[in-house]
C-alpha cells in the first residue's frame, strides 16, 4: 500500500490543531455503557427545550426544504436590527456564533497576523487562529485569588498586542470559567486599543447576564468601529441544535466577514426558528428565571459539599473539585450523569456543570455526593 504522511500535508496551522471536544452525546452513553436513564448537563443548552414559536414555525417551513434558504436571510437580519436598534448592514449571520468567529479569523488573520485572547478562554478562539497560520498569543489570565480567578486579565491581554495583532478574542462571560467584566473596564479597554486592531466581544450567554453588568456593546459601535459583537441564539434562545448566531459590526467590517461567508450557511430552518423565538419574551424569561434558580441551587449544593466554584454569569457553573476532575467525570458519567471535564483547558480539578432543571440539578447533586462519599 502507498503510504502518505498526510500530517506533512496539512496547513502549518491545522498540524498542532486538537479538535474541539464537545460534551459527550447522550447516544453515545446509551451506546457505550447501556444506560438509557440520562441526563446531559455538559453543552451549556437551555433545559427548557425551544422556544414553542420556533418549533411551530420550523413545522410549518418543512415543505421549503427542497429550496436554498435565503442566501442573505433578509428577514432575520431586519427582525434583528429592528429589535436591537440597528442598521441590518452591520449583522452577519452564521451557523452559530462559531461560524461568525472562523469568518472573523478567515478575513482578517495571515500568518503575518496574530490574534490575542487569554488563557482559559473559550476554545473556538485558538482553534480558529491557528487554523489560518496565525499566531496566537495568549495572555495569562487573573490568579486563582482574585475575584475573577482565572478570567480575562485585560491589562495582560492589552500588553500583547503589537503592530502585528489584527484581532482580540474576548468572551465577555467567559466559557468555561463562567467570569465577566464591569462595562467600565470594558469601555476602558476598548480606548486603549488602536483603531486598526479588531476587538470580538463574544456574548454568547449575554441574556444571563444581570442588568447591572450589561455593557451597551452595540451602542459602543459607533465610538469604537473595530469592535465586533458576536450573539447566538445556542444558548439561552435554546437553539443549539439548529445553529444559528450572529455578528454585529461596522458595516465595512460586516461586508468583509460576509466575503468569505459560505453562501446560504444558515439553513431555511434555521432562519424561521431563530426568527419565530426572537420576540418570545415570554420564553426568555423563564429561561432567565430557571437559571438563576438553578444556579443558585448548585451554588447551595457545592458550599454543603464544600466545594468552591468559581463566580458565573452564565448558566453553567465551573467547579473545583479538588482531586482530578477527569475521575468524578467518570464516576458520574458510570451513573448516567454527564458533565464537561476542562482538563483540556488546563483547568484539571474542576468541572463544568450546565444549569438544569431543577430535578436534573438535584440528580446531579445527589448523584455527585454519591461520587464522593465513595
Ligand atoms: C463563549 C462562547 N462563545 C461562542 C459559543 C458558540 O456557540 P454557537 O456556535 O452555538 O453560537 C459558545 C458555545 O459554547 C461559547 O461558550
Same mark, same amino acid.
Given at each position: 500500500?502507498?503510504?502518505?504522511?498526510?500530517?506533512?500535508?496539512?496547513?502549518?496551522?491545522?498540524r498542532?490543531?486538537?479538535?474541539?471536544?464537545?460534551?459527550?452525546?447522550?447516544?453515545?452513553?446509551?451506546?457505550? *455503557?447501556?444506560?438509557?436513564?440520562?441526563?446531559?448537563?455538559?453543552?451549556?443548552?437551555?433545559?427548557?427545550?425551544?422556544?414553542?414559536?420556533?418549533?411551530?414555525?420550523?413545522?410549518?417551513?418543512?415543505?421549503?426544504?427542497?429550496?436554498?434558504?435565503?442566501?442573505?436571510?433578509?428577514?432575520?437580519?431586519?427582525?434583528?436590527?429592528?429589535?436591537? %436598534?440597528?442598521?441590518?448592514?452591520?449583522?452577519?449571520?452564521?451557523?452559530?456564533?462559531?461560524?461568525?468567529?472562523?469568518?472573523?479569523?478567515?478575513?482578517?488573520?495571515?500568518?503575518?497576523?496574530?490574534a490575542?485572547?487569554?488563557?482559559?478562554a473559550?476554545?473556538? *478562539?485558538?482553534?480558529?487562529?491557528?487554523?489560518? %497560520?496565525?499566531?496566537?498569543?495568549?495572555?495569562?489570565?487573573?490568579?486563582a485569588?482574585?475575584? $475573577?480567578?482565572?478570567?480575562?486579565?485585560?491589562?495582560?491581554?492589552?500588553?500583547?498586542? #503589537?503592530?502585528?495583532?489584527? !484581532?482580540?478574542?474576548?468572551a465577555?462571560?467567559?466559557?468555561?470559567?463562567?467570569?465577566?467584566?464591569?462595562?467600565?473596564?470594558?469601555e476602558?479597554?476598548?480606548e486603549?486599543?488602536?483603531?486598526?486592531?479588531?476587538?470580538?466581544?463574544?456574548e454568547?450567554?449575554?441574556?444571563?447576564?444581570?442588568?447591572?453588568d450589561?455593557?451597551?456593546?452595540?451602542?459602543?459601535?459607533?465610538?469604537?468601529p473595530?469592535?465586533? !459583537?458576536?450573539r447566538?441564539?445556542?444558548?439561552?434562545y %435554546?437553539?443549539?441544535?439548529?445553529?444559528? %448566531?450572529y455578528?454585529?459590526?461596522?458595516?465595512?467590517?460586516?461586508d468583509?466577514?460576509?466575503?468569505?461567508?459560505?453562501?446560504?450557511?444558515?439553513?431555511?430552518?434555521?432562519?424561521?426558528?431563530?426568527?419565530?423565538?426572537?420576540?418570545?419574551?415570554?420564553?426568555?424569561?423563564?429561561?432567565?428565571?430557571?437559571?438563576?434558580?438553578? $444556579?443558585?441551587?448548585?451554588?447551595?449544593?457545592?458550599?454543603?459539599?464544600?466545594?468552591?466554584?468559581l463566580? #458565573?454569569?452564565?448558566?453553567?457553573?465551573?467547579?473545583?473539585?479538588?482531586?482530578?476532575?477527569?475521575?468524578?467525570?467518570?464516576?458520574l458519567?458510570?451513573?448516567?450523569?454527564?458533565?464537561?471535564?476542562?482538563?483540556?483547558?488546563?483547568?484539571?480539578?474542576?468541572?463544568?456543570? #450546565?444549569?438544569?432543571?431543577?430535578?436534573?440539578?438535584?440528580?446531579?447533586?445527589?448523584?455527585?455526593?454519591?461520587?464522593?462519599?465513595?
Amino acid at each position: 500500500m502507498r503510504q502518505c504522511d498526510f500530517l506533512e500535508l496539512a496547513a502549518p496551522g491545522v498540524r498542532t490543531l486538537q479538535p474541539y471536544q464537545p460534551g459527550k452525546p447522550e447516544s453515545e452513553l446509551r451506546r457505550e *455503557y447501556g444506560l438509557t436513564d440520562i441526563i446531559k448537563l455538559a453543552s451549556n443548552e437551555n433545559p427548557l427545550g425551544p422556544s414553542p414559536r420556533a418549533v411551530a414555525a420550523i413545522q410549518e417551513s418543512l415543505h421549503e426544504l427542497a429550496r436554498y434558504p435565503d442566501g442573505n436571510g433578509f428577514e432575520l437580519k431586519t427582525a434583528l436590527a429592528a429589535r436591537l %436598534g440597528i442598521p441590518p448592514e452591520t449583522i452577519t449571520l452564521g451557523k452559530g456564533s462559531n461560524d461568525v468567529l472562523e469568518l472573523v479569523a478567515r478575513a482578517f488573520l495571515t500568518p503575518e497576523h496574530e490574534a490575542v485572547f487569554s488563557e482559559y478562554a473559550f476554545a473556538v *478562539y485558538p482553534i480558529v487562529t491557528r487554523a489560518v %497560520g496565525a499566531v496566537a498569543r495568549v495572555a495569562r489570565a487573573n490568579p486563582a485569588d482574585h475575584a $475573577m480567578p482565572y478570567g480575562h486579565d485585560l491589562e495582560a491581554m492589552g500588553a500583547l498586542i #503589537s503592530q502585528r495583532t489584527r !484581532v482580540v478574542f474576548i468572551a465577555n462571560p467567559n466559557n468555561p470559567t463562567g467570569t465577566w467584566f464591569s462595562p467600565q473596564a470594558l469601555e476602558d479597554f476598548l480606548e486603549n486599543v488602536p483603531p486598526g486592531v479588531l476587538v470580538v466581544v463574544d456574548e454568547a450567554y449575554r441574556e444571563y447576564m444581570d442588568p447591572a453588568d450589561l455593557p451597551d456593546t452595540l451602542g459602543w459601535l459607533e465610538r469604537f468601529p473595530n469592535l465586533i !459583537v458576536t450573539r447566538t441564539f445556542s444558548k439561552a434562545y %435554546g437553539l443549539a441544535g439548529l445553529r444559528v %448566531g450572529y455578528a454585529v459590526s461596522h458595516p465595512h467590517v460586516a461586508d468583509l466577514l460576509n466575503r468569505v461567508r459560505q453562501p446560504f450557511n444558515v439553513s431555511n430552518l434555521a432562519l424561521v426558528g431563530a426568527l419565530a423565538s426572537l420576540d418570545d419574551e415570554e420564553y426568555l424569561v423563564r429561561a432567565r428565571t430557571l437559571n438563576e434558580a438553578g $444556579m443558585a441551587q448548585l451554588k447551595a449544593a457545592c458550599d454543603a459539599l464544600e466545594l468552591s466554584c468559581l463566580p #458565573s454569569a452564565g448558566n453553567f457553573l465551573c467547579i473545583d473539585m479538588q482531586r482530578p476532575g477527569q475521575e468524578i467525570f467518570l464516576a458520574l458519567l458510570a451513573r448516567g450523569v454527564i458533565v464537561r471535564p476542562v482538563d483540556n483547558y488546563n483547568l484539571p480539578r474542576f468541572l463544568r456543570v #450546565s444549569i438544569g432543571t431543577q430535578p436534573e440539578n438535584e440528580r446531579f447533586i445527589q448523584t455527585l455526593a454519591e461520587v464522593l462519599a465513595a
